[in-house]
């Protein structure tokens, strides 16, 4: 499939055809001055169609850099996406506009064929809660939507991909840093493949210092600075006049301005040294917030090009485990037909890699995706839904630890999964603020003890859980168990579960999904309406069919027990008892 990649910027339009199965594009070209001598966003369309003349097109992917709240993912373009992006235009003055103009002319010259709008916004929409939020006053910022969303989307998400692979690993199994370090730069921390942190904010301004952006300040300063310049030149100053531009006085590029340090120039030694300091310091960061890092990702101008910056970056990071390897670092060089270069030591246990980023032909993966239809599901029959109450595993050590040496689970009733329990014994759970009482351990025995609590539960305890698939208890939290014959400290296994379907080959096969795909629940209809997202699929042919949800989960929504759904199109609907449906989405 041939996709006509368009991204539209306020004064040139940059234009790829790319085959998303090939390395290199098949075309590609830039038309800049727009806006000068009566050149617009649809005389320059106009030129790139020419330009693709010749070309078989069979979908035009756009980049838009914000889609707000509403859109977690690609979307094939139709009048109401639109309508959405155009409200977006207040959060993004200087790129939703030109976006806009772009797919209008590109729609209007190619009526038949999908257009589809790719997000720099969607990787990171589900943010935890506390990685979104800004600390205002919550009604103030919902009335103005101020909160954090982040960009740099499809080339996080294409080089975390590229990591994965290459280290010979499932993504859902790693903790990645990855630093976009060009003109614009970001810092994204992809837990288990996904966004759950990222350093530019509500705007591309927050975060790192970049070419011509200040990066983090001081609210103060911002408020002193238009007070004084006014709030045009403000952002004027912060936009297009700070980050390595305004620090080095040598305008944005890193050369230029390397070349000025070597030459002694104190400026340009400075904003080498801030811009370095900044990365540096989120790579830390995010390395705590995940609870532990496996690989450190250097993309876009700078992160694949710069030896220097790179060695400034991620010297004195030994502590927790990355050792640069200086041959290498010096040696590296990426391409889109060797996209991957080591740079980290050989007993390093953070592995170090400079990726080469392609959002271009990650926006024609995506558009490829969505226009031929990928996500659709279908519809063999409902699905049940089963609530699941805080609980225990153990393995054979922490059992004999905590009830006696030898001792065994009885059964107090058979639960849904096959093989599964519910057993008789039950443990206190202990956390630094509370403690739970009574907690039910299920059976039989597992390989490594595991702690599944709810939100609610958090709190209580005063713990911080991270949210993980089952078994995925690396770098997770600590609890306290408390038996009849004794105490056990697990350093990490406390976790949220995961939301997730549990299905047999055949049932996957049945509804049109495969193991690791993950589903937007939407449930209507009932006492209240919301949005499930990130239900994952898990395919095993001892399992029986059924969608798990915490007991916080389940009040939000007023489910109650025997609720069960059914798959419709692309869409699931999930019928509690009542008149309560929920609509499933597959997204890969």
Known sequence: ??????????SSVKYQVVDPEQ????????????GEQGRTHASAVADVLKAVEGSAVDAVGHRVVHGGERFHDASLIDDDVLAAIEACVPLAPLHNPANLAGIRAAREAL???????????????????????????????????????????????????????????????????????????????????????????????????????SGDLDAGVVLALAKAEGVERADEILNRESGLAGLSGHGKDLRDIEAA????????????????????????????????????????????????????????????????????????????ESPVAEIHAAESSVKALVVATDEARMIAR?????????????????????????????DRASMDALFGEGSELTIYKQISQPGQFASNERVSLVGPRGQLERVRILGPLR??????????????????????????????????????????????????????????????????????????????????????????????????LEMHIDTDEANAAELSRGAAGALIDDEVYVTPAGDARAKLKCRR
């Open 447 to 544: 390989s490594k003890p595991q702690v599944e609590i709810s939100r609610t539960d958090e709190f209580k305890l005063g713990v911080d859980a991270p949210i993980r698939g089952s078994g995925k208890t690396e770098g997770s939290a600590p609890i306290r168990l408390i038996g009849p014959k004794g105490t056990l400290d697990l350093k990490e296994g406390l976790i949220c579960a995961w939301r997730h379907i549990h299905m047999t080959p055949e049932d996957a096969e049945a509804y049109g999904v495969e193991h690791g795909d993950e589903v937007e629940v939407a449930v209507t209809g009932g006492p209240r309406d919301l949005v499930f997202g990130d239900v994952m699929v898990r395919v095993k042919s001892s399992y029986k």
């Open 261 to 336: 340090a070597a030459e002694g120039d104190d400026r340009a030694r400075l904003a080498i040294s801030v811009f370095a300091h900044r990365v540096r310091k989120y790579i830390g960061a995010y390395a705590a917030a995940m609870g532990g890092l496996d690989v450190v990702v250097m993309t876009a101008g700078v992160g694949e090009h710069s030896v220097s910056m790179r060695r400034r970056i991620l010297q004195r990071l030994d502590f927790f485990g990355l050792l640069l390897d200086e041959d290498k670092n010096t040696d590296a060089k990426v391409s889109a």
């Open 1 to 10: 499939m041939n996709v006509l990649v368009i991204n539209c910027g306020s």
């Open 111 to 213: 009526p038949d064929v999908p257009h589809v709008a790719v997000f720099d916004t969607a990787f990171h929409a589900r943010l935890p809660r506390r990685a979104r939020t800004y600390a205002l006053d919550t009604e103030l910022a919902a009335k103005h939507g101020f909160r954090r969303f982040g960009f740099h989307g499809p080339s996080h998400a294409y080089v975390s991909g590229l990591a994965a692979k290459h280290l010979g690993r499932p993504l859902n199994q790693l903790r990645i840093v990855s630093c976009h370090l060009g003109n614009g730069a970001s810092c994204a921390a992809i837990e288990l493949g996904h966004s759950v942190e990222t350093s530019m904010g509500m705007t591309p301004l927050e975060g790192l210092v970049m070419g011509t952006r």
């Open 366 to 394: 995506e558009t490829a995706r969505i226009a031929t239809g990928h996500t659709q599901v279908k519809q063999p029959g409902p699905i049940p839904i089963a609530i699941s109450a805080r609980h225990v595993h153990l």
């Open 23 to 34: 390395a290199t594009p098949l075309l590609d070209g830039k038309i800049e001055r727009i």
